[in-house]
């Protein structure tokens, strides 16, 4: 398992983690068995979006023992009445949620607390001026959340929220689909088939803005939907009309900046094996481009998609992570000197480019290298 920081928050989470989906219905003794699978494959995260009781409470019980190993994301604003799952932003409701979620998971505080599904802005303004973040903040200062978070499907409320500078992770939704999409405050928007009925051509800049704003600002994001509800494994069902794999999915979300885990909904053991198949799998089996080439509809001609075609460099540069630093300077309009940190790391450096044109043939996207190692060596200096 290959294990990641979250952001400047200092906690460590297995790349792939577990969504919570897939315990609800389970029996004490089921839930049980699959977490024990799960920690024993290196997992060692979980995101608990739903306030479901009886889910909790097993949750609970098969993690006795393991707090402090074991990463809990809890969310804020989530609450449990008649039997069913409800979204509130009633103060009251909420502070009376979160003593419970604690008490059914029998812990005194939370990793992360994951402020629930804000994708308007009237909303995130709500949430930012009238209460939860002001509640949330005090639970942090009390060691009864080490972390807050909050979950979108909106690149543009995420970005505001960032800026913020309130939050320390960011919940989103990423695959290949969804990341062509522009914000919407509809979430049904995203799969939508009217949405990918036009030409789409790239990563909607306000995606690849967020990402990179997250990655220069310390906000660790892990990702939600990352198959997009199982249809991008599925020819028939996929707007792509193609089928990935699930290591192609999480391949493409985890070399997005920024990103530290993919949180997957699995509801049994095959299921997570197939997830962290991707620990052990081989670069060609991580190849999601192969799958995202030639289509009339879609292109994501000249962008970089990080994904590594372009290496081997005749003179060992990392190519991805030299257009990746680059481009967290670009709408700054300047270094950040974390960026200069990162880039300063590096074994070799753009200036080092003999534009040989080499890994130009290599890119599927067509992406113009040595240019873009030009620009960097005038942004770094070397």
């Not at 699978?37 to 290196?42: E, F, K, M, N, P």
């Not at 604690?102 to 629930?116: A, S």
């Not at 990179?212 to 707007?239: A, Q, T």
């Not at 005749?314 to 257009?323: E, K, L, W």
Request: proline share 3%; net charge negative.
């Amino acid at each position: 398992m290959e294990y990641r920081t979250l952001g400047k928050t200092g906690i460590r989470v297995s790349a792939i983690g577990l969504g919570c989906e897939g315990f609800i219905g389970m029996s004490s003794e089921e839930t049980t068995r699959l977490l024990d699978y799960a920690v024993a494959q290196g997992i060692n995260c979980i995101d608990l979006y739903s306030p479901n009781s009886d889910m909790l409470a097993h949750i609970g019980k098969a993690l006795i023992g393991r707090c402090g190993s074991f990463v809990i994301q809890g969310h804020i604003g989530t609450v449990w009445e008649n039997e069913q799952y409800l979204r509130t932003r009633d103060m009251s409701k909420v502070v009376l949620a979160f003593e419970r979620r604690l008490e059914l998971l029998q812990t005194d505080y939370l990793d992360i607390g994951m402020i629930h599904y804000v994708d308007d802005m009237a909303d995130l303004d709500k949430v930012l001026n009238e209460g939860i973040m002001q509640q949330a903040s005090k639970w942090r200062r009390e060691g009864r959340i080490r972390a807050i978070g909050l979950s979108s499907h909106n690149p543009q409320v995420a970005m505001r929220a960032i800026d913020s500078g309130m939050i320390d992770v960011l919940l989103f939704a990423i695959n290949p689909c969804y990341d062509l999409q522009p914000a919407s405050e509809n979430v049904e928007d995203l799969w939508a088939d009217e949405s990918y009925a036009r030409v789409l051509q790239n990563i909607d800049s306000d995606r690849a803005a967020l990402y990179e704003l997250c990655e220069r600002n310390g906000v660790g994001i892990d990702v939600m939907k990352v198959f997009g509800g199982g249809d991008l494994l599925s020819e028939s069902r996929s707007p792509f009309g193609r089928a990935f794999t699930p290591v192609q999915c999480l391949e493409y979300a985890l070399t997005r900046p920024a990103v530290a885990a993919v949180m997957v909904g699995c509801r049994n053991e095959n299921e997570i094996k197939a997830a962290v198949a991707w620990c052990d799998a081989s670069k060609e089996e991580k190849d999601y481009t192969q799958v995202m080439q030639g289509m009339e509809n879609f292109s994501w001609k000249g962008h970089c998609m990080y994904c590594g075609h372009c290496a081997p460099c005749t003179v060992g540069i990392d190519i991805a992570s030299v257009n990746k630093f680059y481009n967290l300077t670009e709408a700054e309009g300047f270094v950040p000197e974390t960026v200069r940190e990162h880039y300063a790391l590096l074994n070799h450096h753009a200036s080092e480019c003999v534009q040989c044109g080499k890994c130009e043939k290599n890119c599927p996207f067509g992406v113009e290298i040595r240019d873009r190692m030009r620009l960097a060596v005038q942004c770094f200096g070397y």
